[in-house]
């Protein structure tokens, strides 16, 4: 009976719940399905406190806010629902970043790390007499490329190090915010008698996966007798060698396809930080300053963005990468295809590759927030840019939800169909690194003390 009565109980505090959202005017039994596209006018409706799957009958209530925009490429609205409210894009405000990195950088722009010494070489034993100096703020630098500075320091005739590393306070590796730890690591992943097996897989992946089989005869080493030190690079110490990462179009799209926070940040401190970026897209692309509201350029936290203003950010974005004959499939996910955060959406044989896309996710923060921004084909050959932004509720549910709501835009118009993406190993794209061996003193200005560009 006991148990029979808490049943009865919850039932009654569920039911009231309901009745003070309707009383509030925020409850909506279902949320408005896109329709096909029959004019110019758009169809709107206000964020629903409930969104409901109808795949199913026996489907539970979605609960949350949910903003929808959907619209052809030449701006004829599709369906609309709350897209002047603020939401919490999570991470698809990384498109946001990925316009002002393009816009101010360039697609070809390459983050580069400065090799520099204050001793002598003696070629015939090998050894550095002196410290080795490390610059440059590169977000994409990891094990396979320590491994080759390795090898570029040996073929300068390097194999010794009798001095310390010391590594400018910007210098970062394997995603660590630490100097001092990737340091560490470089330490380590020059030496061969130090090196981690996870370091040594990652040269050998990136070499077969290029086809180089030659750097694989020799095991390239440089042993450092110092320690590891913080700081700038001395006053008289001369270049030895730069390393530039791959394009920034492949960092977008590694960083983009894996929602990686930590290249997303340090890019974003390129760029002047969340605050400048923000200023940014108001200004370039004319939105109303409340409708953009960044606290972060990741996504992590609470940032605010109407569907409006996210629409006009994909827009500036696809305008952008134009310029540069370039689509978003270059540096965003394809669904189905590239790995990461869609690679498990989207995957039958009809909708493979007939999406592109940008996901959110903050499982805690605002209750609950999802979010996919992006494009999608039709059978016809229409492409529809879409705006689906969610929160206060269940992550998994959202996406569903969202899964639901473009392939049902997609049959309404025939089906799907796949935008023709020729994917790559993601291996490759960081791995179309330059590096320049000289003994002239050529390095960007500024970079001794670890304050130049990323």
Excluded at 7 to 26: D, M, P, T
Excluded at 326 to 342: F, K, Q, R, S
Aim: charged share 15%; proline share 5%; with cysteine.
């Amino acid at each position: 009976m006991k148990a029979i009565h808490k049943k009865r109980r919850r039932a009654q505090i569920f039911l009231s719940v309901l009745l003070l959202l309707a009383c509030a005017g925020i409850y909506s039994a279902q949320t408005p399905l896109p329709q096909p596209d029959t004019s110019a006018k758009p169809t709107t409706s206000p964020a629903s406190a409930v969104t409901q799957q109808t795949e199913s009958a026996d489907e539970p209530l979605i609960y949350g806010l949910q903003g929808v925009l959907i619209e052809t490429v030449d701006g004829r609205t599709v369906s609309a629902q709350a897209i002047d409210q603020g939401f919490n894009p999570a991470s698809s405000v990384k498109l946001g970043l990925a316009l002002i990195a393009l816009h101010t950088f360039g697609p070809q722009y390459r983050f580069t790390n400065g090799f520099w010494t204050d001793g002598t070489i003696n070629k015939t034993t090998g050894e550095l007499t002196g410290n080795l100096y490390v610059t440059g703020r590169d977000p994409s630098f990891h094990y396979e490329h320590g491994v080759m500075i390795a090898r570029l320091l040996n073929n300068l005739g390097i194999r010794t190090v009798t001095g310390n590393i010391v590594v400018a306070p910007g210098f970062t590796m394997n995603f660590s915010a630490s100097a001092r730890r990737s340091g560490e690591m470089l330490y380590d992943t020059l030496d061969a008698s130090l090196r981690s097996g996870e370091a040594t897989r990652s040269w050998m992946y990136e070499r077969m996966t290029l086809g180089d089989q030659a750097s694989l005869q020799t095991v390239p080493s440089v042993a450092v007798k110092g320690e590891v030190v913080v700081g700038p690079v001395a006053t008289a110490a001369k270049l030895l060698l730069t390393h530039n990462s791959s394009k920034l179009t492949d960092v977008l799209k590694v960083l983009l396809c894996y929602s990686n926070n930590f290249m997303a940040e340090r890019i974003g401190d390129g760029l002047g930080g969340a605050p400048s970026v923000n200023r940014q897209l108001v200004a370039l692309l004319g939105i109303p300053g409340n409708e953009v509201q960044l606290s972060s350029v990741s996504g992590l936290g609470v940032n605010r963005v109407t569907p409006r203003a996210m629409m006009k950010i994909f827009r500036g974005l696809r305008n952008e990468l134009q310029k540069y004959k370039l689509t978003p499939a270059d540096i965003m996910p394809v669904a189905g295809i590239d790995p990461g955060t869609l690679e498990d959406r989207f995957t039958g044989p009809a909708w493979e590759g007939s999406v592109i896309a940008k996901t959110g996710t903050l499982v805690r923060t605002d209750g609950g927030a999802s979010s996919l921004v992006g494009q999608m084909k039709t059978a016809g050959g229409d492409i529809l840019l879409f705006v689906i932004m969610n929160q206060h509720g269940s992550v998994l549910r959202f996406r569903q939800n969202q899964d639901h709501l473009v392939m049902q835009v997609q049959n309404s118009r025939g089906g799907p169909k796949s935008f023709g993406y020729k994917p790559r190993v993601l291996a490759m794209k960081l791995a179309d690194t330059q590096s320049i061996s000289t003994s002239a003193n050529e390095f960007e200005p500024n970079s001794k003390t670890g304050a130049s560009p990323p």
